[in-house]
Nanobody
Framework: QVTLVESGGGLVQAGGSLRLSCAAS????????MGWFRQAPGKEREFVAA????????EYTDSVKGRFTISRDNAKNTVYLQMNSLKPEDTAVYYC????????????WGQGTQVTVSS
């Protein structure tokens, strides 16, 4: 059973930074990709960033490029999302998720962590 636990959310002023963590357990993750998603009130969940576990290849949605950085620590089975230059529109619940690299479907999800950016 795969378990994902996010942490690091909170309240920050616009222009500030936060680092989210996603601790993964329950299997080895080589051959998998880890993603971050977010959902703001009244909006659909959207993709933020992803990283492949083995190669470290990354991808980002356009709105966070240059501000957010996804990384992973294989020894700790943890994925991070460093968020800089935060904007009020980044306010959302942030979720981490796992998919096999040969699939586009994320099958395991964490419980989410709230990020609130005040103006």
């Amino acid at each position: 059973q795969v378990t994902l636990v996010e942490s690091g959310g909170g309240l920050v002023q616009a222009g500030g930074s936060l680092r989210l963590s996603c601790a993964a357990s329950g299997r080895t993750f080589s051959g998998y990709a880890m993603g971050w998603f977010r959902q703001a009130p009244g909006k659909e969940r959207e993709f933020v960033a992803a990283i492949t576990w083995t190669t470290g290849s990354t991808e980002y949605t356009d709105s966070v490029k240059g501000r957010f950085t996804i990384s992973r620590d294989n020894a700790k089975n943890t994925v991070y999302l460093q968020m800089n230059s935060l904007k009020p529109e980044d306010t959302a619940v942030y979720y981490c998720a796992v998919r096999a690299i040969w699939s586009m479907k994320y099958v395991y999800w964490g419980q989410g962590t709230q990020v609130t950016v005040s103006s």
